[in-house]
């Protein structure tokens, strides 16, 4: 570990905190105390209305469930509503999820949706391939929760996977595990990321991509192949998922 990355570690804390609490106005917390748990009330009705139509793949998660085995599930920013969802079910299953969740105050309601799941969450950003919170990540990995990630997050390009994840995967050992997702009725937010929110009674299909492992012995400047083969695994599984649906509705 280099000097500069190092003095990164040690700065998480207190970067975390000033992102996170910056622009905390009264407003806001009144909405985090009242609002929140409405939100979470009409997040899991609508969820509860959606139709499973497959789930492919699923044959590749179930080690680490059973086991406890720790690894890197990755999906989309568009696709947090499912994704975080699909990761819900695993973690009522006894699966250890950590997500990593921005540190901005944008992050505060995904982080308290998550822990009201009983799940971890850890504040940073997979950016600066992962400098800010790789420190954090090695110390839930090594208590066996595995770190979950939005991979082109948190603030794109859309479908640009972050280099943050493949270092990750690399210094811990652990294999990425890619996520997708489609629905065959949403809504799409006006933002960076086209975030995906389906409508009710949607038919979805959730796609889970066997594990793609980053040799621990990987120079840093090669792995770039490793983080396109990853990105392509996810848009893959996309495109899978989007196919299932077309080929069920006709």
């Not at 939100?39 to 086991?67: C, M």
């Not at 996520?179 to 009725?185: K, N």
Request: with cysteine; charged share 20%.
């Amino acid at each position: 570990m280099s000097n500069q990355q190092r003095k990164d570690f040690d700065s998480v804390e207190s970067r975390r905190s000033t992102a996170s609490f910056r622009r905390m106005t009264p407003a806001r917390r009144v909405y985090y105390f009242f609002g929140l748990p409405v939100l979470r009330a009409i997040i899991r009705l609508l969820v509860s209305t959606y139709r499973v139509e497959r789930i492919i793949g699923a044959e590749h998660i179930e080690p680490f469930i059973e086991n406890g085995a720790v690894c890197a599930p990755c999906y989309w920013h568009q696709h947090h509503v499912l994704g975080s969802t699909l990761v819900r079910s695993w973690v009522q299953r006894g699966f250890k999820a950590c997500f990593l969740v921005s540190g901005s105050v944008d992050g505060e309601v995904p982080e308290r949706i998550a822990r009201a799941w009983g799940a971890e969450v850890i504040r940073g950003s997979a950016n600066q391939s992962g400098a800010l919170a790789l420190r954090d990540m090695q110390r839930m990995m090594k208590n066996g929760y595995s770190i979950v990630t939005t991979a082109d997050g948190p603030r794109g390009p859309k479908y640009e996977f972050k280099m943050g994840a493949i270092l990750m995967a690399r210094i811990a050992a652990v294999p990425v595990i890619p996520v997708a997702c489609a629905a065959d009725r949403a809504w799409y937010l006006n933002r960076w990321d086209d975030f995906m929110v389906p409508k009710p009674f949607s038919r979805i299909v959730l796609a889970i991509g066997e594990p793609c492992e980053v040799p621990s012995d990987a120079p840093l400047d090669g792995l770039e192949p490793y983080r396109l083969a990853v990105q392509e695994a996810v848009m893959s599984l996309m495109g899978e998922s989007e196919q299932v649906l077309q080929e069920a509705a006709a």
